[in-house]
C-alpha cells in the first residue's frame, strides 16, 4: 500500500479533483435526446388523442432544432395525425400560432427542449392568445447531473489531452535520465509542416490515403533526427541539456516557418482526419492510440532490460557506466523517443486540424514538463513512473477543463496551473529527501535540515 501511494499518490488528488468538479458544477440537466423524446412520446401518448393538434417547436441551429423533427417523427409513427413542426425563431412560432388562430383551431400541446421555453412569446400566450389558455407547454424532465460528468464532456478531456500525452511518453524518460528536453514543442511544428507538406506535394486533396502514413512517417522520423542530434550533442560534448534543447526548440521553430514562409498548408488528403478526428467502435481513435502507447511505454520501462538502463543512469550515471552500461547510448535513445513523440504528437495535431501550422505546438513543452512533474517523476532523475505520468495529464488537464466549466478567465487558469507545477515540485522534493514520509509517520511539522 504503501509503495502503490509512494508512485501513484496523485490519483487521490485527481480523484478529489473529480469530485470537486462535479460539485461545482451540478445542475439541472436536460436528457439526451432520443431519451428526452422517448419520455415526451410517452406522455403525449398518454394524455391526448391522436387528433389533437400538437406542436413541436426548436430552435435554428440549436439542439432544439433535431429534437423537434425527431419527436414530430415518432409522433407520427405512434399515428398522431395532427403533428406540426416549427423550427427557427421566437417570430416563426408567433407567425404559426397566429395562423392557428385564424383558422379556428388550437394546440393541445406546444412540445419543446432547450431555450425555446425561454422564448418570449411562449410566456406571453396566456395574454395575447386567450384561447390557447389550455394549451400545455411540454419539456422532457430535468435531472441533477454535474456538467463535468457528462460523456461528451469526459470524452472531451481524454481527447484534447491526447497530444501532450503523446509526448509525455518520451519526456517521463528523459528526465528520469536527469535531462530536460524544450524542444518537443517546437518538433510538433516541425513534424505537423514537413507531413503535409509532403502530403499536398504528393496529390494534395486527391491524393490516396496511404499519402497520409508516408507524410506521417517522414515528419515523425525528422523530429526523430533532430532528437538524435540533441542526445549526441549532450552525451559526447557534456552540453547541459537545457542548453541544447533551447537551441533546438529555436532552431525547430524557424525551420518550421522556412518550409511554410509563414502560411498554413490546407491542401492535404481527405484521409488525414481519420486518426485525429475519427472514432472507432464509439471510440476516438486518439483515445485508442493513447491506450496502446501508455501499455507498450510502461510495460518498456517495467519489465525491460532497457527500462532498468534508463532508471540507473538517471539514479547514478557513474555507477551504471562502471556496471557497463553504455550511458551515452541510452541518452541518446531517450531525447530520440523523446522528439519521436513530439513528432506524432504534431501528426495527430495535424489530422484534428486538418492543416499543418508553423505556430503549432507554442508552449506545449512546459505542459508537458508539468504533467510529468505532478506525475511524480523527479527531476534529479531516477523516479518516476509512465502511468504516474498519464495520471500527472489528467491532473492539469482536470483542473483547466473544471475551470473552464465554471468560466474562470485564462489569465486566472495561468496562476491556478503554475501554483499546480510549483506545489508538485515541492512535494517531489519533500519526498526524495524523505521529509514527506517522517510527516506522514509522526505527524510532525517539517523542519530543515
Known amino acids: 500500500m504503501k509503495n502503490l501511494l509512494r508512485n501513484y499518490g496523485m490519483i487521490l488528488v485527481l480523484i478529489g479533483l473529480c469530485f470537486l468538479f462535479s460539485l461545482l458544477t451540478l445542475k439541472k440537466q436536460t436528457p439526451e435526446s432520443d ?24 430552435a435554428f441551429n440549436k439542439d432544439s432544432a433535431p429534437f423537434a423533427s425527431l419527436l414530430q417523427e415518432e409522433l407520427q409513427k405512434e399515428e398522431f395525425n395532427n403533428v406540426r413542426s416549427i423550427i427557427g425563431i421566437p417570430q416563426d412560432l408567433r407567425l404559426a400560432l397566429d395562423e392557428i388562430k385564424v383558422s379556428g383551431n388550437r394546440p393541445a400541446v406546444i412540445a419543446t427542449n432547450g431555450d ?53 511518453i518520451g519526456m517521463t524518460m528523459v528526465i528520469i535520465t536527469g535531462g530536460i ?20 506535394t504528393m496529390g494534395g486533396l486527391e491524393a490516396p490515403d496511404w499519402v497520409v502514413l508516408v507524410g506521417f512517417i517522414a515528419g515523425i522520423l525528422s523530429c526523430g533526427i533532430i ?17 541544447t534543447t533551447l537551441g533546438i526548440m529555436l532552431m525547430g521553430r524557424g525551420l518550421a516557418f522556412m518550409i511554410t514562409g509563414g502560411f498554413s498548408i490546407y491542401q492535404v488528403p481527405r484521409a488525414l482526419p481519420w486518426l485525429g ?67 506524432l504528437g504534431g501528426c495527430i495535431q495535424a489530422s484534428q486540424l486538418n492543416t499543418g501550422t508553423p505556430n503549432m505546438g507554442q508552449m506545449y513543452e512546459l505542459y508537458v514538463i508539468a504533467a510529468v512533474v505532478v506525475g511524480g517523476t523527479s527531476l534529479s532523475g531516477g523516479t518516476g513512473k509512465i502511468l504516474g505520468t498519464l495520471i500527472g495529464v489528467f491532473v492539469i488537464s482536470v483542473i483547466q477543463n473544471g475551470m473552464n466549466l465554471m468560466g ?11 501554483m499546480v507545477i510549483l506545489s508538485a515540485v515541492l512535494l517531489d522534493k519533500a519526498r526524495s529527501s524523505g521529509k514527506w514520509y517522517s510527516l506522514l509517520k509522526r505527524g510532525k511539522p517539517l523542519t530543515s535540515q
Open 408 to 418: 474562470i478567465e485564462s489569465y486566472t487558469q495561468q496562476v491556478v496551473l503554475g
Open 116 to 168: 425555446v421555453i425561454k422564448w418570449r412569446v411562449i410566456e406571453l400566450i396566456p395574454d395575447e392568445y386567450p384561447e390557447f389558455a389550455d394549451c400545455e407547454i411540454l419539456t422532457p424532465t430535468s435531472t441533477l447531473w454535474p456538467d463535468f460528468l457528462k460523456r461528451s464532456n469526459l470524452l472531451a478531456i481524454v481527447d484534447r489531452i491526447v497530444v501532450i500525452a503523446v509526448m509525455a
Open 277 to 343: 478526428q475519427g472514432t472507432s467502435a464509439g471510440i476516438p481513435n486518439t483515445v485508442i492510440l493513447l491506450f496502446i502507447l501508455y501499455m507498450i511505454a510502461h510495460i518498456f520501462m517495467s519489465h525491460t532490460r532497457m527500462g532498468r538502463y534508463i532508471y540507473a543512469v538517471g539514479g547514478n550515471a557513474e555507477a551504471a557506466r562502471l556496471s557497463g552500461v553504455s550511458v551515452g547510448f541510452i541518452i541518446v535513445f531517450v531525447y530520440v523517443i523523446s522528439s519521436l513523440t513530439a513528432g
Open 35 to 58: 431519451s428526452a423524446v422517448e419520455q415526451l412520446v410517452e406522455q403525449i401518448h398518454k394524455n391526448y388523442g391522436r387528433d389533437d393538434l400538437i406542436l413541436t417547436v426548436g
Open 181 to 200: 528536453d524544450l524542444s518537443v514543442g517546437s518538433l510538433i511544428a516541425v513534424s505537423a509542416v514537413i507531413s503535409t507538406s509532403l502530403m499536398k
Open 227 to 243: 532528437g538524435g542530434l540533441g542526445g549526441f550533442l549532450v552525451a559526447r560534448f557534456k552540453v547541459p541539456p537545457f542548453i
